[in-house]
């Protein structure tokens, strides 16, 4: 395993299966190829962007990385080791390095708790023997690194007495209470009010700086994605179809589904709006029967033999690989007006 990195995914692949059918007794099972034969890296201390449509596989992605499903088939290293290969309890032993912030944080507070104890869950979990003075004092520093001050007038309430923006917080206070390497953050603003999104945002680069976090950060937005991410990987049908830096991704989308998703981009405000709009026919379906490309009957670009064979990853940049096998008929880049600048986080 590469020293830089902390996360090396291989080949990893999740099918569930779904009855179909308008019978009750005599539905057919079918295949759905959630996530299929995805390979990617996650480097020490950067957040690497997982966006796409919805369906995609990104979520099935992170809680197999997070082992809260189990794959199919594939390896995760995560410091050298391979996650998949081990038992219960030898992987209980990473759980505490390894974190998930969720969607919706009105589902994962439990409502019978106080703040204290949902905060103390963790701590009693994987830090046995600490005195209840040293617990109450991780949990207080816990919620006054998420900004909610003075933690006192916090920690004794119910989920309930609080605002969806707090909720989030304190989530994202359960998921650093033990100092994780790596936090997985799944679209962790998309169900909260406009005006708290921003501050939630901050709040996740903040805790990265201060804590050397690495980070995955799930988003169907490229314009979240563009302002939280080092690099992004584009998913479409279970498969990363391009993955590269967050500057070379934007100002170089070269995957036509890329190049789809970015020219409809509205509010990335370096772009000038006289772009062409790329607008797609048709929907994802994860139960196709998978036989070369994946995004074939949707390519404006595709030619006879994207019907039968998958795509090699092409290297067009240092960091920065295309699944796509007609690359020469896809125009190159975006016009120059267009380029985004990423701002170093401050
Ligand atoms: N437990 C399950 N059983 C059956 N199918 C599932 C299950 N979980 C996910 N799927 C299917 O796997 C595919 C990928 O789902 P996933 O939740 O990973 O997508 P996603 O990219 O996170 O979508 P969204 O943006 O809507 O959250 C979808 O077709 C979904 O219906
Ligand atoms: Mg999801």
Request: neutral net charge; proline residues 4%.
């Given at each position: 395993m590469n020293d830089k990195n902390l996360i090396e995914v291989k080949l990893l692949n999740k099918t569930f299966t779904k009855k179909v059918g308008r019978h009750l007794f005599n539905r057919k099972v079918i295949p759905v190829?959630?996530?299929?034969n995805v390979s990617f890296e996650v480097k020490k201390g950067e957040t690497l962007g997982i966006i796409g449509e919805s369906g995609c596989g990104k979520t099935t992605t992170a809680r197999m990385l997070l082992r809260l499903q189990k794959e199919t088939s594939g390896e995760i290293y995560f410091k050298g080791t391979d996650?998949?290969?081990?038992?219960e309890k030898q992987t209980a032993k990473f759980r505490s390095n390894m974190q998930m912030i969720f969607q919706d944080p009105y589902d994962t507070l439990?409502?019978?708790?106080r703040i204290i104890d949902i905060l103390m869950e963790p701590i009693n979990a994987h830090l046995k023997g600490l005195s209840h003075k040293e617990k109450k004092a991780m949990v207080k520093e816990s919620i006054e690194a998420i900004d909610l001050k003075p933690a006192e007038r916090f920690?004794?309430?119910?989920?309930?007495?609080?605002s969806g923006g707090q909720r989030q917080r304190i989530a994202i206070a359960r998921s650093i209470i033990l100092e994780p390497d790596f936090i997985a953050a799944d679209?962790?603003?998309?169900?909260?009010?406009v005006s708290v999104r921003a501050g939630i945002l901050n709040l996740l680069l903040k805790l990265k700086e201060k804590m050397g976090l690495t980070m995955m950060f799930i988003t169907h937005d490229l314009t979240t994605a563009s302002y939280m991410c080092d690099r992004i990987a584009v998913m479409y049908q279970g498969e990363i179809v391009e993955i590269g830096t967050t500057q070379e991704v934007i100002?170089?989308?070269?995957h036509p589904y890329t190049r789809a998703l970015v020219s409809v981009?509205?509010?990335?405000?370096?772009?000038?709006?006289n772009r062409e709009r790329i607008i797609l026919d048709g929907e994802v379906d994860a139960t196709m029967e998978k036989k070369?490309?994946?995004f074939v009957n949707r390519c404006?670009?595709?030619?006879?033999?994207c019907e039968h064979h998958s795509p090699d990853f092409i290297q067009k940049e240092e960091n920065h690989f295309v699944a796509c096998s007609c690359l020469d008929k896809v125009p190159a880049g975006?016009?120059?007006?267009?380029i985004f600048d990423k701002k170093p986080v401050s």
């Amino acid at each position: 395993m590469n020293d830089k990195n902390l996360i090396e995914v291989k080949l990893l692949n999740k099918t569930f299966t779904k009855k179909v059918g308008r019978h009750l007794f005599n539905r057919k099972v079918i295949p759905v190829h959630a996530v299929n034969n995805v390979s990617f890296e996650v480097k020490k201390g950067e957040t690497l962007g997982i966006i796409g449509e919805s369906g995609c596989g990104k979520t099935t992605t992170a809680r197999m990385l997070l082992r809260l499903q189990k794959e199919t088939s594939g390896e995760i290293y995560f410091k050298g080791t391979d996650l998949c290969k081990l038992n219960e309890k030898q992987t209980a032993k990473f759980r505490s390095n390894m974190q998930m912030i969720f969607q919706d944080p009105y589902d994962t507070l439990n409502p019978g708790m106080r703040i204290i104890d949902i905060l103390m869950e963790p701590i009693n979990a994987h830090l046995k023997g600490l005195s209840h003075k040293e617990k109450k004092a991780m949990v207080k520093e816990s919620i006054e690194a998420i900004d909610l001050k003075p933690a006192e007038r916090f920690i004794y309430r119910y989920p309930h007495e609080l605002s969806g923006g707090q909720r989030q917080r304190i989530a994202i206070a359960r998921s650093i209470i033990l100092e994780p390497d790596f936090i997985a953050a799944d679209e962790p603003t998309s169900m909260l009010d406009v005006s708290v999104r921003a501050g939630i945002l901050n709040l996740l680069l903040k805790l990265k700086e201060k804590m050397g976090l690495t980070m995955m950060f799930i988003t169907h937005d490229l314009t979240t994605a563009s302002y939280m991410c080092d690099r992004i990987a584009v998913m479409y049908q279970g498969e990363i179809v391009e993955i590269g830096t967050t500057q070379e991704v934007i100002n170089y989308p070269s995957h036509p589904y890329t190049r789809a998703l970015v020219s409809v981009v509205t509010d990335l405000n370096h772009f000038i709006d006289n772009r062409e709009r790329i607008i797609l026919d048709g929907e994802v379906d994860a139960t196709m029967e998978k036989k070369g490309c994946i995004f074939v009957n949707r390519c404006p670009f595709k030619e006879e033999h994207c019907e039968h064979h998958s795509p090699d990853f092409i290297q067009k940049e240092e960091n920065h690989f295309v699944a796509c096998s007609c690359l020469d008929k896809v125009p190159a880049g975006l016009p120059k007006e267009q380029i985004f600048d990423k701002k170093p986080v401050s």
